[in-house]
């Protein structure tokens, strides 16, 4: 899918006039498009590959952005069944058709310690999904031994393209005959709709959604039996957990996590035993200046 395809589709949930005032933007700002905000008060704006964040103004001023527009937007992303919603909108996003997702931020109703629900929402973001093919290419050699995939880590800040570059992998391990179980617990990486994968994974890819992490690679490794496992950002004890007894059934690991070192995972609790159980042999880190990406892989 074309990048200002994708901005089309992912704006689609936006109300009619903030939509309109989006796509006028010149065909040269969308194709750079990555997110899309709206805040309360504060207006529409759309984030360039660089992180660099631009308003919307279609005429001298920013377009104007009201609290029900963004309660619109829930509704439109929700597809008006906020009941089939409520636990992703208490974890602060909705999956949408394409592999997009709106992410939520406001007032928060919270019971036990958790996010119930948002009593009234401040702003929203749209992360735009839009598959680039080959960027893994070069790397995949390094990343291979005698013919097998050694287990990777994908290390980078957030928004610098782990996703799009897991979801190539995947792709890539398959044209080599590598199977692949992901476990795709927000929808981004395969989007699956009606069974089919959106985006591009390849056909030799088995996708578990609409679960946590930790429980759709438990599922996949009982039923799929998987070469390689692999989930995006995992985060979570029971993800690590499940990681390891993936890893330790002979299944190679390919994940992604924010972090700008393995010094910096290894002073969070929840990854020591990714690292003190030795389950990563390769490290990938993504690094951006302007809007050229660049990626290096590292032993571990």
Not at 77 to 86: C, I, K, L, P
């Amino acid at each position: 899918m074309k990048r200002i395809q994708a901005v089309e589709q992912a704006a689609m949930v936006l109300p009619r006039e903030l939509r309109l005032a989006l796509l006028s933007q010149e065909p040269s700002q969308l194709n750079r498009c990555e997110e899309i905000r709206a805040r309360a008060g504060r207006g529409l704006s759309w984030t360039d590959d660089t992180g660099t964040e631009h308003p919307v103004c279609p005429g001298s001023a920013p377009m104007p952005v009201t609290a029900e527009d963004l309660r619109m937007a829930v509704e439109l992303a929700a597809r008006s069944s906020m009941q089939g919603v409520q636990d992703k909108l208490a974890n602060g996003f909705l999956p949408l058709r394409g592999g997009h997702r709106l992410g939520l931020c406001g007032t928060a109703a919270i019971r036990e310690g958790s996010i119930l629900q948002f009593r009234t929402l401040s702003s929203v973001n749209i992360r735009v999904a839009c598959p680039v093919e080959n960027v893994g290419a070069e790397l995949l050699p390094e990343l291979m031994a005698a013919d097998r995939f050694q287990s990777t880590l994908i290390l980078a800040p957030p928004g610098e393209g782990k996703t799009t570059l897991l979801r190539d992998l995947i792709r890539l391990l398959g044209a080599r005959g590598i199977r692949t179980g992901l476990a795709d617990e927000r929808g981004e990486v395969a989007a699956l709709y009606q069974g089919v994968p959106q985006l591009e994974v390849g056909t030799l890819c088995d996708v578990a959604d609409g679960c946590g992490k930790g429980e759709g690679l438990l599922l996949l490794l009982r039923t799929m039996n998987p070469h390689v496992l692999a989930a995006d950002e995992v985060s979570k004890p029971e993800d690590v957990e499940a990681i390891c007894q993936g890893a330790n059934c002979g299944a190679a690991i390919l994940a992604t996590a924010h972090g700008g070192s393995v010094e910096e995972l290894g002073r969070r609790g929840v990854y020591r035993p990714l690292l003190e159980q030795h389950v990563f042999s390769r490290l990938v880190t993504i690094h951006r200046e302007n809007a050229r990406r660049s990626y290096e892989v590292h032993p571990l």
